[in-house]
């Protein structure tokens, strides 16, 4: 019989760090977010309902427990030194699977910094060679001894604030070097090469961000993108597993879901705010979307939120 593979282990540097990190915020559960841009820590000792929401390129690493993404049908599960690599802005459902009183669930999220991993696609000798197929950016992979080194670095430096404007981005060059000449390195330089299919709907999606509230033609993002009606229509729903109307509509009953938790606002005023002509029509979708209608979503979440801070 074939060997079994050796368990995994999460370096023990790291892990107490992250734990220290977490006691030194008051311990317990929830998002415990470090004084450099774009980097946190995550607690949970239950299961975390799916939740939608549009996640950023970024790094999403499990030290403890079992995570869970969705989106367009499709499902990824990642685990301990595991992580999830997203490469360009996408609605997708994430979730805690793994996560007990005793056995709680342990992450971090480092967001990318898209311009600091251009300079440093910029300097490589080789660049990356791409996959061929396309479909959406997001991917599963190990940890490596590299990688993990930096996280390292990243949650020590909190301890010292004054190191942090000099030293965290040269951490966060590192971690854009390791990720560019890793595995996955072709799939990451489709974001910041120019004019590739990802880098060019990255650019609609962005106008579609900062204009959510607004009706926008698919003419004017195929011209943003810098392509065809079709051809971008296409080339989104590819890279999304969305139309661009359905992206949209996304954007928009997630930031009316921010207003109701975050703002307090009412169905109403979320619903104008975020570009519906009808309250009724805001409440069918959002139903659709988020599985109940938005009073009792909001008051689930609140709950939940009240709760995780408690605890």
Same mark, same amino acid.
């Given at each position: 019989?074939?060997?079994?593979?050796?368990?995994?282990?999460?370096? @023990?540097?790291?892990?107490?760090?992250?734990?220290?990190?977490? %006691?030194? #915020?008051? +311990?317990?559960?929830?998002?415990?977010?470090?004084?450099?841009?774009?980097?946190?820590?995550?607690?949970?000792?239950?299961?975390?309902?799916?939740?939608?929401?549009?996640?950023?390129?970024?790094?999403?690493?499990?030290?403890?427990? #079992?995570?869970?993404?969705?989106?367009?049908?499709?499902?990824?599960?990642?685990?301990?030194?595991?992580?999830?690599?997203?490469?360009?802005?996408?609605?997708?459902?994430?979730?805690?699977?793994?996560?007990?009183?005793?056995? *709680?669930? #342990? +992450? =971090?999220?480092?967001? #990318? &910094?898209?311009?600091?991993? !251009?300079?440093?696609?910029?300097?490589?000798?080789?660049?990356? @060679?791409?996959?061929?197929?396309?479909? *959406?950016?997001?991917?599963? /992979?190990?940890?490596? &001894?590299?990688?993990? %080194?930096?996280?390292? !670095?990243?949650?020590?430096?909190?301890? /010292?604030?004054?190191?942090?404007?000099?030293?965290?981005?040269?951490?966060?060059?590192?971690?854009?070097?390791?990720?560019?000449?890793?595995?996955?390195?072709?799939?990451?330089?489709?974001?910041?090469?120019?004019?590739?299919?990802?880098? !060019?709907?990255?650019?609609?999606?962005?106008?579609?961000?900062?204009?959510?509230?607004?009706?926008?033609?698919?003419?004017?993002?195929? &011209?943003?993108?810098?392509?065809?009606?079709?051809?971008?229509?296409?080339?989104?729903?590819?890279?999304?597993?969305? /139309?661009?109307?359905?992206?949209?509509?996304?954007?928009?009953?997630?930031?009316?879901?921010?207003?109701?938790?975050? &703002?307090?606002?009412?169905? /109403?005023?979320?619903?104008?705010?975020?570009?519906?002509?009808?309250?009724?029509?805001?409440?069918?979708?959002?139903?659709?979307?988020?599985? =109940?209608?938005?009073?009792?979503?909001?008051?689930?979440?609140?709950?939940?939120?009240?709760?995780?801070?408690?605890?």
């Amino acid at each position: 019989m074939p060997p079994s593979p050796p368990e995994t282990c999460v370096p @023990a540097a790291l892990l107490d760090s992250v734990r220290a990190h977490v %006691d030194a #915020l008051g +311990g317990g559960e929830g998002l415990f977010p470090l004084p450099m841009n774009g980097v946190n820590v995550i607690r949970a000792m239950r299961h975390v309902p799916a939740n939608p929401q549009l996640y950023k390129p970024s790094l999403c690493i499990v030290l403890e427990g #079992l995570k869970q993404i969705e989106f367009g049908g499709q499902s990824l599960e990642y685990g301990v030194m595991e992580c999830l690599i997203v490469n360009m802005e996408i609605a997708a459902t994430g979730s805690i699977v793994g996560a007990s009183p005793q056995e *709680p669930f #342990l +992450g =971090m999220i480092v967001e #990318l &910094d898209i311009d600091l991993l !251009r300079s440093v696609l910029e300097q490589l000798p080789n660049t990356p @060679a791409p996959k061929g197929h396309e479909g *959406p950016s997001l991917f599963v /992979t190990r940890v490596g &001894d590299h990688l993990a %080194d930096c996280l390292v !670095r990243l949650v020590r430096m909190a301890q /010292t604030p004054q190191a942090i404007p000099i030293l965290f981005p040269s951490v966060m060059r590192e971690i854009s070097y390791w990720l560019l000449t890793g595995p996955h390195g072709g799939e990451i330089c489709k974001l910041v090469m120019p004019e590739t299919h990802l880098e !060019r709907i990255t650019r609609a999606i962005r106008l579609m961000r900062e204009n959510f509230a607004q009706t926008l033609r698919i003419e004017q993002l195929a &011209d943003v993108a810098r392509m065809s009606p079709s051809s971008f229509h296409q080339h989104f729903k590819a890279l999304t597993l969305m /139309t661009p109307v359905q992206f949209q509509k996304q954007l928009r009953l997630l930031e009316a879901r921010r207003l109701m938790i975050a &703002d307090a606002a009412n169905v /109403t005023e979320a619903a104008y705010q975020v570009g519906y002509e009808s309250a009724s029509q805001f409440s069918r979708e959002y139903s659709r979307a988020f599985g =109940m209608a938005p009073k009792r979503d909001v008051m689930e979440r609140k709950a939940l939120l009240v709760e995780v801070g408690a605890a």
